[in-house]
């Protein structure tokens, strides 16, 4: 059974970084792209990064770029999101998701299993 | 990048009623590539369509996909009390991917 689960959200200060993590598991980590996909509260969804299964291509969304980093440990199973110079309009409930064909990375992967969200909040 | 419109916004019907949604691209989405999700509240999406018409592992039969360049549909075919959620369409056929902005499916 594939799981995701979340952790680093928290409460943070304007201009404030934070880490959010994505354990991983019933599944090849190492195979599959993963994503981040945020929704600020009570709004849509909205994709912010994706990584290759390798970690050797990123991509994100122009909203994050040059303040977000997005990498893997593939020996450990966990997706990461290094959240730097945080603003109030970042703060949502962030989702890490995984993408749905071997070796896929954006064009031609949807995102068929999704962890539980983890909230961040910037806010002085 | 690809615009997702989706509509209505917001679908006020009774259980056993048919609900049909639907998700208007600003171009054509390639080779099909649109998905369907459910949320429900406090819940991450889950997965009902891929493909454009293709429904996931363990989606009932009464959700149906269709259509295929900038029109696509999700059809209910009979409300079930847990399908009142809000549903979004996704295209990846091209970077970055989208989102429509939701349809909520409410109880009348």
């Known amino acids: 059974e594939v799981q995701l689960l979340e952790s680093g959200g928290g409460l943070v200060q304007p201009g404030g970084s934070l880490r959010l993590s994505c354990a991983a598991s019933?599944?090849?980590?190492?195979?599959?792209?993963m994503s981040w996909v945020r929704q600020a509260p009570g709004k849509g969804l909205e994709w912010v990064s994706t990584?290759?299964?390798?970690?050797?291509?990123?991509y994100y969304a122009d909203s994050v770029k040059g303040r977000f980093t997005i990498s893997r440990d593939n020996s450990k199973n966990t997706l990461y999101m290094q959240m730097n110079s945080l603003r109030a309009e970042d703060t949502a409930v962030y989702y890490c998701?995984?993408?749905?064909?071997?070796?896929?990375?954006?064009?031609?992967?949807?995102?068929?299993?999704w962890g539980q969200g983890t909230l961040v909040t910037v806010s002085s | 990048e690809i615009v997702l419109t989706q509509s209505p916004g917001t679908l006020s019907l009774s259980p056993g009623e048919r609900a049909t949604l639907s998700c208007r691209a600003s171009?054509?989405?390639?080779?099909?590539?649109l998905v369907w999700y459910q949320q429900k509240p406090g819940q991450a999406p889950r997965l009902l369509i891929y493909?454009?018409?293709s429904r996931a592992t363990g989606i009932p039969d009464r959700f149906s996909g269709s259509g295929s360049g900038t029109d696509f549909t999700l059809t209910i075919s009979r409300l079930e009390p847990e399908d009142f959620a809000v549903y979004y369409c996704?295209?990846?056929?091209?970077?970055?991917?989208?989102f429509g902005q939701g349809t909520k499916v409410e109880i009348k």
């Open positions: 493909g454009a018409s």
């Open positions: 996704q295209q990846y056929g091209s970077s970055p991917p989208t």
């Open positions: 990584i290759s299964g390798s970690g050797g291509s990123t």
């Open positions: 171009q054509s989405v390639r080779s099909s590539y």
């Open positions: 019933g599944f090849t980590f190492s195979s599959y792209a």
């Open positions: 998701a995984k993408g749905s064909d071997f070796g896929v990375v954006i064009i031609g992967s949807y995102f068929d299993y």
